[in-house]
C-alpha cells in the first residue's frame, strides 16, 4: 500500500504530532471493536492511538491502515488527513484525489491540502482562484495552516489584488495556532514595516473582531 510505505518512510508524522489530547485508555477494547465492525470514527481514533504510541505501542504500519479504511469508506476527516500524507510523500495526484473528496464535504486538512496543491500547481493544474478558494474556506473554518497560506496570496497578490491590511490580519489569525512559526512571524513582521500605524491597526480590529465559520468545521 503506497500510504504504509510513505509512512513508515517518514520519521514524524502528522497524526502523531496532532494528537496531542489524552485519550481514555480504558476504551481501548471498545474502539477496537467498533473499528472492527467498520466504524469510521473509532478507525480513525484507533489510527491516531497508533500514530502516537498512545494506548498501544507505537505502530506507523498499523495506523496507516486503519486510516486507509476509515477514508475507503468516506469519512471525510480521514480523507483530508490521508491527503495530507500524500502531499507530504510528494504523490500529488493521490493528494489531489483525497484532498478533493475531502474538502467537498467541508474538511479542513481537505481545504487545505486542496488549497496548496492549486496553489504550486501539483496533481491539479495551477490555478490561483482555486487555491485561494480553498485557503479561504479552510481559514474561515480558523485553521491555522490556512490563515497563513490566506496572508500569503494577500500579500503577494496572487489569486486576489494585492491587500496589505487583509493579509496583515489573517498573519494575525494564524499567529493565534501557530506561534512557534519562525516563517510567519518573520513574515508579519516584514509586511507591517511597509504599512502606517493606521493600517496596522486596522488590521488588528479586523482581526480581533473576526470570528469563525463553524460550519463543516473539523
Request: aromatic share 8%; with cysteine.
Amino acid at each position: 500500500m503506497v500510504v504504509i510505505a510513505l509512512v513508515l518512510a517518514s520519521p514524524v508524522h502528522p497524526l502523531a504530532a496532532e494528537s496531542d489530547e489524552k485519550p481514555n485508555c480504558d476504551q481501548l477494547a471498545q474502539i477496537r471493536t467498533d473499528a472492527d465492525h467498520k466504524n469510521p470514527e473509532a478507525e480513525m481514533q484507533l489510527s491516531k492511538l497508533y500514530f502516537s504510541g498512545k494506548c498501544v505501542d507505537q505502530d506507523l504500519h498499523e495506523g496507516a491502515k486503519w486510516i486507509d479504511r476509515a477514508a475507503e469508506q468516506g469519512y471525510s476527516p480521514a480523507q483530508g488527513r490521508l491527503a495530507l500524507i500524500l502531499y507530504e510523500g510528494k504523490q500529488y495526484d493521490e493528494a489531489a484525489r483525497w484532498a478533493t473528496r475531502a474538502a467537498g464535504s467541508g474538511d479542513n486538512w481537505g481545504e487545505i491540502v486542496l488549497a496548496r496543491l492549486y496553489y504550486l500547481g501539483k496533481g491539479v493544474p495551477q490555478n490561483d482562484a482555486e487555491a485561494f478558494k480553498w485557503a479561504h474556506r479552510a481559514a474561515n473554518h480558523d485553521n491555522g495552516v490556512g490563515q497563513a497560506l490566506l496572508a500569503e496570496m494577500y500579500n503577494d497578490g496572487e489569486g486576489v489584488p494585492k491587500d496589505d491590511i487583509e493579509a496583515d490580519k489573517w498573519y494575525i489569525l494564524a499567529g493565534r495556532t501557530e506561534s512557534a512559526n519562525t516563517w510567519l512571524i518573520v513574515a508579519r513582521t516584514k509586511i507591517e514595516l511597509g504599512m502606517s500605524k493606521k493600517d496596522i491597526a486596522e488590521a488588528e480590529r479586523r482581526a480581533y473582531s473576526w470570528k469563525p465559520n463553524s460550519e463543516h468545521q473539523q
